[in-house]
């Protein structure tokens, strides 16, 4: 059974940095493209990065509203994904899911999910 | 404001067929797959339809997508009331070089 299971959350002060992790298990996870979706209280779906699978770079993308500020990183020997926020704003305030990202068949688009972590950006 | 359209809200009483409208532009939906994703109350999002109108193993057979240029559906039909949720499209886009959502549609079963 695929499991990813986010940590790390918390209220942080605006400014401030948080890391998350996502612990995965269940497939193999070196084979994986993850990404990061978050969704701010009452609202909706943002993607937030993704990072390719060590066999087709392990590089990483990010979106324009975190770029320079949020990296996407990966241990495969430990099957974690990380996501380090820093300078956060208010506006980062959401709930963090860690995705696979096509894993099942290529394209199959955001196959399975965490059960997401709170991030609260607040003075 | 989001890349994607969808309608805040759908509606339909059990066993009848609903229909979510995804509008995009050339440099999404009009370039890539379209992807649907379902959310339960107080749940996490799961994946409903990938590549257009592929369905996940799991899925039932009353959801059904399709695309059509820069416009994308979700059709649910014989709706019963474990549909209501928020449902969401989403494609990648080439000018962004991410990930777009639209903001979600939340079906009731009246």
């Known amino acids: 059974e695929v499991q990813l299971v986010e940590s790390g959350g918390g209220l942080v002060q605006p400014g401030g940095s948080l890391r998350l992790s996502c612990a995965a298990s269940g497939f193999t996870f070196n084979y994986a493209w993850m990404s990061w979706v978050r969704q701010p209280p009452g609202k909706g779906l943002e993607w937030v990065g993704r990072i390719r699978r060590e066999a087709d770079g392990g590089t990483a993308d990010h979106a324009s509203p975190v770029k320079g500020r949020f990296t996407i990183s990966r241990d495969d020997s430990q099957n974690m994904l990380y996501l380090q926020m820093n300078s956060l704003r208010t506006e980062d305030t959401a709930v963090y899911y860690c995705?696979?990202?096509?894993?099942?068949?290529?394209?199959?688009?955001?196959?399975?999910w965490g059960q997401g972590a709170l991030v609260t950006v607040s003075s | 404001q989001s890349v994607l359209t969808q309608p805040p809200s759908a509606s339909g009483t059990p066993g009848q067929r609903v229909v979510i409208s995804c509008s995009g532009s050339g440099s999404n939906i009009g370039r890539d797959y379209v992807y649907w994703y379902q959310q339960l109350p107080g749940t996490a999002p799961r994946l409903l339809i990938y590549?257009?109108?592929e369905r996940p193993s799991g899925v039932p057979d009353r959801f059904s997508g399709s695309k059509s240029g820069s416009s994308a559906s979700l059709a649910i039909s014989g709706l019963r009331t474990e549909d209501e949720a928020d449902y969401y499209c989403a494609a990648w886009d080439v000018s962004l070089n991410g990930y777009v959502f639209g903001r979600g549609t939340n079906v009731a079963v009246l």
């Open positions: 995705v696979t990202d096509g894993y099942e068949v290529i394209s199959s688009g955001f196959d399975y």
């Open positions: 590549k257009n109108n």
